[in-house]
């Protein structure tokens, strides 16, 4: 399927729009776009519910129980599948984990007959990644209305579950959003988790959000909240703040490397350090979404020390996604 044919196909409601019920309950997660403060409250507040505290048992509802959740991954992914899948079975669903690589998409069915079929089998929930902008609402604008679409990762557009368990993990650290310097580093023209991330916190009204990369990695106008600040040199990004999220280089979304520094000289201008972290503010807490590049974006210790909230952004993910399956079988059962 072509950009130009989703992007024909996607011009009526806005995805922001589309994800609503009409009587203005989630049905489909697409983007943090749309979501107001109280609504990301709401399921921020849901997804605590669902933590666990590492070596107790973990929390188990039956708020799934008789659904079928269908995990449709056509991008590699470890934590999000992965929890996804943690998520759906603690809630009591059925979980189908298509293997893509061996579905008969490869035989040229069309993403819409793969859907269509599954649909036919009764799965309630299509969690779908895709390398292609606007996959989700496409999905979305065709399926019927016992079917919810959860997007779980959209070209470098979107990644809204990412987003929510990120903005559980400050608030768990932090409290409230409007006091906070938050500090983005890293390949940020590529980064649908930036993305999501920015989108998020800007709703939160977070005090500022700095978005720090190379220029070869800055993001296009207009892709990012007016609220951020585009910065290039990291020492300046990184004082006096609160949060300071890395990204790996998104190499898969890169046609031409030329210009983007190399290793060494990456880490030297805007690898996450020890060192450079003694700029930001006391009790600074350091995150990455995910897969990391030890010594890349993030010195290897760093990632491992007492300031790292990487693995409880892995715990909360299970949590958030709880939360998210929860509320949009609540909606589409009250339709
Ligand atoms: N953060 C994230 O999306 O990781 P995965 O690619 O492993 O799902």
Same mark, same amino acid.
């Given at each position: 399927?072509?950009?130009?044919?989703?992007?024909?196909?996607?011009?009526?409601?806005?995805?922001?729009?589309?994800?609503?019920?009409?009587?203005? #309950?989630? &049905?489909?997660?697409?983007?943090?776009?749309?979501?107001?403060?109280? +609504?990301?409250?709401?399921?921020?507040?849901?997804? +605590?519910?669902?933590?666990?505290?590492?070596?107790?048992?973990?929390?188990?509802?039956?708020?799934?129980?008789?659904?079928?959740?269908?995990?449709?991954?056509?991008?590699?992914?470890?934590?999000?599948?992965?929890?996804?899948?943690?998520?759906?079975?603690?809630?009591?669903?059925?979980?189908?984990?298509?293997?893509?690589?061996?579905?008969?998409?490869?035989?040229? *069915?069309?993403?819409?007959?793969?859907?269509?079929?599954?649909?036919?089998?009764?799965?309630?929930?299509?969690?779908? $990644?895709?390398?292609?902008?606007?996959?989700?609402?496409?999905?979305?604008?065709?399926?019927?209305?016992?079917?919810?679409?959860?997007?779980?990762?959209?070209?470098?557009?979107?990644?809204?579950? +990412?987003?929510?368990?990120?903005?559980?993990?400050? &608030?768990?650290?932090?409290?409230?959003?409007?006091?906070?310097?938050?500090?983005?580093?890293?390949?940020?023209?590529?980064? $649908?988790?930036?993305?999501?991330?920015? *989108?998020?916190?800007?709703?939160?009204?977070?005090?500022?959000? $700095?978005?720090?990369?190379?220029?070869?990695?800055?993001?296009?106008?207009?892709?990012?909240?007016?609220?951020?600040?585009?910065?290039?040199?990291?020492?300046?990004?990184?004082?006096?703040?609160?949060?300071?999220?890395?990204?790996?280089? #998104?190499?898969? &979304?890169?046609?031409?490397?030329?210009?983007?520094?190399?290793?060494?000289?990456?880490?030297?201008?805007?690898?996450?350090?020890?060192?450079?972290?003694?700029?930001?503010?006391?009790?600074?807490?350091?995150?990455?979404?995910?897969?990391?590049?030890?010594?890349?974006?993030?010195?290897?210790?760093?990632?491992?020390?007492?300031?790292?909230?990487?693995? #409880? #952004?892995?715990?909360?993910?299970?949590?958030?996604?709880?939360?998210?399956?929860?509320?949009?079988?609540?909606?589409?059962?009250? +339709?």
């Amino acid at each position: 399927m072509s950009v130009t044919k989703l992007q024909r196909s996607n011009n009526a409601a806005t995805e922001a729009e589309l994800q609503f019920t009409a009587n203005g #309950q989630l &049905r489909h997660l697409l983007t943090l776009r749309g979501l107001d403060r109280d +609504q990301l409250n709401d399921l921020l507040d849901q997804s +605590q519910e669902f933590v666990t505290v590492p070596g107790q048992s973990v929390v188990r509802s039956k708020a799934l129980l008789g659904k079928t959740v269908a995990n449709l991954f056509f991008e590699p992914s470890t934590r999000t599948r992965a929890s996804f899948d943690l998520a759906a079975q603690r809630l009591g669903a059925d979980v189908l984990n298509l293997d893509v690589n061996t579905s008969s998409r490869k035989k040229g *069915e069309s993403i819409l007959d793969m859907i269509y079929t599954l649909e036919a089998m009764q799965v309630d929930v299509f969690v779908v $990644r895709d390398a292609e902008a606007g996959v989700p609402a496409y999905i979305a604008r065709h399926v019927n209305k016992y079917v919810s679409i959860l997007n779980a990762g959209e070209s470098d557009v979107s990644h809204p579950t +990412q987003g929510l368990l990120d903005l559980l993990t400050i &608030r768990q650290h932090k409290g409230e959003f409007e006091n906070l310097i938050v500090a983005i580093v890293g390949d940020i023209a590529h980064s $649908r988790v930036a993305r999501s991330a920015a *989108e998020g916190l800007t709703t939160m009204g977070v005090c500022e959000l $700095r978005l720090i990369s190379p220029p070869t990695l800055a993001p296009a106008p207009g892709t990012f909240p007016e609220k951020a600040k585009i910065l290039h040199d990291l020492d300046e990004g990184l004082r006096g703040a609160d949060v300071v999220m890395a990204l790996r280089i #998104q190499r898969e &979304r890169i046609v031409n490397l030329d210009g983007i520094p190399g290793i060494d000289e990456y880490f030297a201008r805007y690898g996450v350090s020890h060192e450079r972290m003694k700029l930001a503010a006391p009790g600074a807490i350091v995150m990455h979404p995910g897969p990391m590049n030890r010594g890349i974006e993030i010195e290897s210790s760093l990632a491992d020390s007492p300031r790292s909230v990487i693995t #409880q #952004q892995v715990r909360n993910g299970i949590a958030v996604r709880m939360a998210v399956l929860s509320t949009v079988i609540q909606s589409l059962a009250s +339709q």
